[in-house]
């Protein structure tokens, strides 16, 4: 039995393999394409939509992690894809350098993260996958490919945010930056306040995001900047904060909220009421990532950056009609624009807008009202997240689509990397 991290997505009878070489790894290949089985590869399990899910096999590649080497003259690190994000910082720290931005949990591989279009905060900042200097392939006849701005180009424009369907990806190359230190500060806000400074906000921080409380009007604001003082001492404060309040505090009041619905407005406004401020400084891998222990599924969508707030205005009003219980917090986040044609950000910077609901608590009709609300201000749905769009839908709202679709052929014209769900994503 293989399942997703929220438990939601399952696949009951399928076989998982995890290779511990090149060589097994390209025998599990060869496996698969005479039994005429589909390969999907896996990465944390933390995405929330059935990309993985297969009656084929599941590729593990957690056998095959770490940093290969790191080029310090042109800032390059080269890791195996199936390295997971908390696994790289510490190694480039020591190294002198750091990736130049991470998404708000570690715990994904690093080909999952930037395979699906994951990304942090900050409209200087793009998504995990721009920061790909390179792409090493493996196709479903165990051939390896290599894509680069002057290798392969069309691979690399299309590949970096390929959802697994163009082959296995085995390693990435990573642009870094030296290594540097972050101050995180928190606060809390009304969220009109919050909406009407995102400007002063965003500009003021190297990275800003916000979380908002259903049925409240409370903000908790997340606000990074670079400095040279010194890495915190003492952690308790972020213990207190993370682990008890944000972890183990919350997941209790979720459970409650489970079980007596029509407490979840109150829960939501209790939380609310418990947002503090303070600040802390650690490394910026450290400071980036956050520990999330209270499981949920989720939902996001990236629309342009001038279209965000009232979006979000329309979501608060869908949520005050309290057709659903509700008590998760919204978040609320920027990225820059790339030319990745199947980025969520292709051509516009950004605002993402994620709606999260707590493990086993019905979320379909919150998610169906959130989605089009979106797509009516231009959204595109993040990958590794749930939404029911598919074929043409998808289409209309990236540029290149057809291009990907062209290029998928011709990376995998027998379909060995597709699944009942991609098919129906790509209108095939």
Same mark, same amino acid.
């Given at each position: 039995?293989?399942?997703?991290? *929220?438990?939601?997505?399952?696949?009951?009878?399928?076989?998982?393999?995890?290779?511990?070489?090149?060589?097994?790894?390209?025998? $599990?290949?060869?496996?698969?394409?005479?039994?005429?089985?589909?390969?999907?590869?896996?990465?944390?399990?933390? *995405?929330?939509?059935?990309?993985?899910?297969?009656?084929?096999?599941?590729?593990?590649?957690?056998?095959?992690?770490?940093?290969?080497?790191?080029?310090?003259?042109?800032?390059?690190?080269?890791?195996?894809?199936?390295?997971?994000?908390?696994?790289?910082?510490?190694?480039?720290?020591?190294?002198?350098?750091?990736?130049?931005?991470?998404?708000?949990?570690?715990?994904?591989?690093?080909?999952?993260?930037?395979?699906?279009?994951?990304?942090?905060?900050?409209?200087?900042?793009?998504?995990?996958?721009?920061?790909?200097?390179?792409?090493?392939?493996?196709?479903?006849?165990?051939?390896?490919?290599?894509?680069?701005?002057?290798?392969?180009?069309?691979?690399?424009?299309?590949?970096?945010?390929?959802?697994?369907?163009?082959?296995?990806? $085995?390693?990435?190359?990573?642009?870094?930056?030296?290594?540097?230190?972050?101050?995180?500060?928190?606060?809390?806000?009304?969220?009109?306040?919050?909406?009407?400074?995102?400007?002063?906000?965003?500009?003021?921080?190297?990275?800003?995001?916000?979380?908002?409380?259903?049925?409240?009007?409370?903000?908790?604001?997340?606000?990074?900047?670079?400095?040279?003082?010194?890495?915190?001492?003492?952690?308790?404060?972020?213990?207190?904060?993370?682990?008890?309040?944000?972890?183990?505090?919350?997941?209790?009041?979720?459970?409650?909220?489970?079980?007596?619905?029509?407490?979840?407005?109150?829960? *939501?406004?209790?939380?609310?009421?418990?947002?503090?401020?303070?600040?802390?400084?650690?490394?910026?891998?450290?400071?980036?990532?956050?520990?999330?222990?209270?499981?949920?599924?989720?939902?996001?969508?990236?629309?342009?950056?001038?279209?965000?707030?009232?979006?979000?205005?329309?979501?608060?009003? !869908?949520?005050?009609?309290?057709?659903?219980?509700?008590?998760?917090?919204?978040?609320?986040?920027?990225?820059?624009?790339?030319?990745?044609?199947?980025?969520?950000?292709?051509?516009?910077?950004?605002? /993402?807008?994620?709606? /999260?609901?707590?493990?086993?608590?019905?979320?379909?009709?919150? !998610?169906?009202?959130?989605?089009?609300?979106?797509?009516?201000?231009?959204?595109?749905?993040?990958?590794?997240?749930?939404?029911?769009?598919?074929?043409?839908?998808?289409?209309?709202?990236?540029?290149?689509?057809?291009?990907?679709?062209?290029?998928?052929?011709?990376?995998?014209?027998?379909?060995? !990397?597709?699944?009942?769900?991609?098919?129906?994503?790509?209108?095939?």
């Amino acid at each position: 039995m293989w399942r997703n991290w *929220s438990g939601y997505v399952e696949c009951p009878d399928t076989r998982v393999a995890t290779p511990g070489s090149a060589a097994e790894l390209a025998g $599990t290949l060869k496996d698969a394409a005479r039994e005429n089985r589909s390969v999907r590869v896996v990465g944390g399990g933390h *995405s929330f939509s059935p990309l993985v899910a297969t009656d084929g096999v599941i590729l593990s590649l957690d056998r095959l992690q770490g940093v290969i080497d790191i080029d310090r003259d042109k800032r390059i690190a080269r890791v195996h894809a199936g390295t997971r994000l908390w696994a790289i910082g510490g190694p480039l720290a020591a190294a002198g350098f750091a990736m130049e931005n991470l998404g708000d949990i570690n715990v994904q591989s690093i080909a999952g993260a930037t395979s699906t279009g994951t990304h942090g905060t900050g409209i200087t900042l793009g998504n995990l996958a721009t920061q790909i200097a390179a792409l090493k392939f493996l196709t479903a006849e165990g051939e390896e490919v290599t894509a680069s701005p002057d290798e392969n180009p069309e691979l690399f424009a299309g590949g970096r945010i390929g959802l697994g369907a163009l082959g296995v990806l $085995t390693e990435l190359s990573l642009h870094l930056v030296p290594a540097f230190r972050l101050k995180l500060v928190r606060g809390k806000m009304a969220l009109e306040d919050c909406l009407a400074r995102s400007d002063e906000l965003i500009r003021s921080h190297r990275s800003f995001e916000f979380y908002w409380l259903p049925h409240a009007d409370a903000v908790l604001t997340k606000g990074w900047s670079i400095t040279d003082e010194p890495a915190d001492k003492v952690g308790w404060q972020r213990y207190v904060t993370e682990t008890l309040l944000e972890n183990a505090v919350f997941g209790a009041l979720c459970r409650l909220g489970r079980a007596a619905p029509a407490l979840c407005p109150s829960i *939501s406004r209790f939380c609310a009421a418990l947002i503090s401020g303070g600040s802390q400084i650690d490394e910026s891998y450290s400071m980036l990532s956050t520990v999330r222990q209270v499981r949920f599924n989720e939902m996001e969508w990236s629309m342009p950056a001038e279209r965000g707030a009232d979006a979000l205005r329309e979501i608060r009003a !869908f949520i005050a009609r309290r057709e659903f219980p509700l008590m998760f917090p919204l978040e609320y986040r920027w990225v820059r624009g790339d030319d990745l044609w199947l980025s969520p950000n292709y051509g516009r910077d950004s605002v /993402h807008i994620s709606v /999260h609901q707590f493990e086993r608590m019905p979320f379909e009709r919150y !998610f169906d009202g959130v989605q089009a609300i979106c797509l009516n201000h231009g959204g595109r749905p993040h990958w590794g997240k749930c939404h029911s769009l598919v074929g043409r839908d998808l289409a209309r709202l990236y540029p290149r689509w057809d291009d990907f679709l062209a290029l998928r052929e011709r990376m995998d014209p027998r379909g060995r !990397f597709l699944t009942p769900y991609l098919r129906r994503l790509f209108g095939l």
